[in-house]
């Protein structure tokens, strides 16, 4: 059985860091290319970061570049989201994903539809 499991997220201040973890379960983790996405309240889903199953390939939204960070530990089946200044436009539950898709591409990375296995999602509120 196939388990992403998110965690770290909580209430923070405008300005803080936090950093998300992902365990994943159940998948041979390093054949897969790993996601980070994000849905506010009515809002739909938006792609944040993507890392490569090596990890030498990343993809991030433009409009977050240079605050996020995605990594990832293949030996800890975990990959991460380092989010630095964080804005209350932040505000939102993150989700983990997993593909086998190659992201050859940002847009490959960043479709959601490419990503076949998710995490429950960790809420993320940033208070200004």
């Known amino acids: 059985q196939v388990q992403l499991v998110e965690s770290g997220g909580g209430l923070v201040q405008a300005g803080d860091s936090v950093r998300l973890s992902c365990v994943v379960s159940?998948?041979?983790?390093?054949?897969?290319?790993m996601a980070w996405f994000r849905q506010a309240p009515g809002k739909e889903r938006e792609f944040v970061a993507a890392?490569?199953?090596?990890?030498?390939?990343?993809y991030n939204t433009d409009s977050m570049k240079g605050r996020f960070t995605i990594s990832k530990v293949n030996a800890k089946t975990t990959v991460y989201l380092q989010m630095n200044s964080l804005k209350p436009e932040d505000t939102a539950v993150y989700y983990c994903?997993?593909?086998?898709?190659?992201?050859?591409?940002?847009?490959?990375?960043?479709?959601?539809?490419?990503?076949?296995?998710w995490g429950q999602g960790t809420q993320v509120t940033v208070s200004s």
């Open positions: 159940g998948l041979t983790f390093g054949n897969y290319h």
């Open positions: 994903a997993a593909n086998r898709i190659p992201i050859y591409s940002a847009n490959i990375a960043s479709s959601s539809r490419n990503y076949g296995s």
């Open positions: 890392i490569s199953r090596t990890g030498i390939t990343t």
